[in-house]
């Protein structure tokens, strides 16, 4: 038991991890996961909530550059700018209350942090607004 304001997130995707989440923290904080594995957690964190009789915390979502793997380029997501859109939508709909991208693949691989901060910049400009428009 704790007392306090500074929310906590606890990560994992086990069973055991989940419970965790549902039982003692604040939220969920899930990291690489296909979007179909991560709405199936979602709903489970919320189930095993709602049986401890505690409140539905956040779902923050962990997303590291270049996952899925694929053969098509670009970051956070594969793909030009409507494919990010699209794989932007398919995690948005999974139930997740935020998303985290997290270069620290990239940084492992000495890309530049330039760089790194160059697609976000790109990635901001050219696919949430086509995200935005997927409605």
Known sequence: DRE????????GTSG???RRAATRGDG?????MLPD???AGVERYHALCDEAGRPRGKVVYRHLA???PSELTGWPFPGNAEQQATALREYAQTGIDEIVFDATVLSEAAVDAS???AELET????????FRDLD
């Open 4 to 11: 306090g304001t500074i929310p906590i997130l606890v990560g």
């Open 16 to 18: 055991r991890a989940l």
């Open 28 to 32: 969920w904080h899930p990291i690489l």
């Open 37 to 39: 594995d991560l709405r």
């Open 66 to 68: 270049g996952y899925p």
């Open 115 to 117: 760089d790194v901060v």
């Open 123 to 130: 990635f901001v400009s050219n696919t949430l607004p086509i």
